[in-house]
């Protein structure tokens, strides 16, 4: 099962988009390893929010963060969907599958390991 759990956002200034949107929505910093930094609803009931460092190259300014107790499985049944794998990351506490959707649009789905990855 997909649930969609997170936004990220790419930028070549991850502090002051951090900044901009923490204040805008009330939100508070979550642990993340560089180059990442993570915004959270400090009532818990909205999506996680993730600051990528990236330069203007990037494919998608803004893409989905879909969280699964089984990412493989979901990336597999997204591929007969239309989807495209990309590549697989493996970092800090999880790992997760870059895909793009039929239009080319990435998106990634993550395993829900950890208190905010939860589905």
Known sequence: M??????????????????????ALGYQRRDLWDPYIGLRDPQGNDPLLTIQKSGPES??????????DDPDSEADRLVTLGATKLRRFEEGDTYWWVLTDPKGNEFCIIASTGPDRRV
């Open 59 to 68: 494919v998608n300014r803004v893409h989905l963060d879909l969280y699964s």
């Open 2 to 23: 997909l649930r969609l759990k997170g936004l990220t956002i790419n930028s070549d200034d991850c502090e002051g988009s951090a900044a901009f949107w923490s204040s």
